[in-house]
């Protein structure tokens, strides 16, 4: 990518009817740069209306990312349910890129009772089969595992750096808020912003690790477990997102912003807007 485009996770609040087509042309009415396609209980776009959404979103210089089913397990413990989870995952990535899209990311596993390792294999052997079957349909679409907000979930950021290595169409989607609720809120500083771009840029290079990105930014409520919901900037005052606007502008990182602030528009404008100003 050219530089970090800022975009809301769905169709922005403000939007009049809200369907996708007018929501993109609302994110560059805005001054925003891409949207996020939430297929999170569905895909909500057909075949046929996928073509319009390409040609809108390439009229109105808009990137489409998407976020894949809530519904998926690739560590389920029945191979049938990995295998429809991984269904869910590939009719995602086909619809993302019918709708001429970037990058898919994705809840990918719960641990449940299985080893580290045994996770990994799992994950990773519906990865394989995954990327074969985009690959046989020629769907050219980056598929991201996202960090876990839980610690029930399969996806640190180590993990992830590690599974996505074996790949060539796959890296991590860095979901911020879930970094900082696993760390016990550790990761809200610039020195912790900047080690996770390190790492990214030590695991697979600058052009892969810090000009491909994928992310998604917002404030976030957590406790033992992790995650328990995503906040607004406002609600969320313990959070120093400047620092990580800074890192990200220090690091001149290039990718998607994924804003899933309940607020989407007015959150993704203020990280925005601070990030230029940074
Ligand atoms: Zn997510």
Not at 193 to 199: A, H, P
Not at 201 to 216: A, N, Q, S, V, Y
Request: with cysteine.
């Amino acid at each position: 990518m050219d530089k970090l485009y800022f975009g809301t996770g769905g169709i922005p609040l403000s939007t009049e009817p809200r369907n996708t087509e007018n929501g993109i042309v609302k994110i560059n009415e805005l001054g925003l740069g891409s949207m996020e396609l939430e297929f999170v209980r569905n895909i909500t776009i057909s075949k046929e209306k996928a073509p319009q959404i390409k040609k809108i979103s390439e009229d109105e210089n808009v990137k489409l990312t998407a976020h894949a089913s809530y519904f998926i397990n690739l560590n389920a413990a029945d191979l049938e349910k990995r295998n429809a989870s991984r269904s869910r995952l590939v009719a995602a990535a086909k619809t993302l890129h019918a709708c001429g899209g970037y990058s898919v990311c994705v809840h990918s596993a719960y641990r449940l009772d299985s080893s580290k390792e045994d996770v990994f294999k799992n994950v990773k052997e519906q990865f394989e089969k995954a990327i074969q079957e985009c690959k046989d349909e020629k769907i050219n679409v980056w598929l991201r595992p996202e960090t876990a907000g839980k610690y029930a979930q399969f996806g640190t950021i180590d993990e992830l750096i590690e599974f996505s290595q074996g790949f060539d169409r796959v890296l991590p989607c860095i979901d911020f808020s879930h970094v900082r609720a696993t760390t016990d809120g550790r990761v809200n500083n610039y020195d912790e912003y900047c080690k996770i771009l390190d790492k990214l840029e030590t695991g697979f290079g600058r052009k892969l690790g810090l000009e491909e990105m994928h992310l998604h930014i917002q404030g976030v409520n957590f406790g033992d477990k992790g995650e328990k919901n995503h906040l607004t900037i406002e609600e969320d005052p313990k959070w120093n997102y400047g620092d990580l606007m800074k890192a990200l502008k220090d690091y001149d990182c290039k990718g998607c912003v994924t804003v899933e602030s309940p607020n989407l528009e007015t959150d993704a404008l203020l990280l925005k807007n601070c990030y230029e100003e940074s």
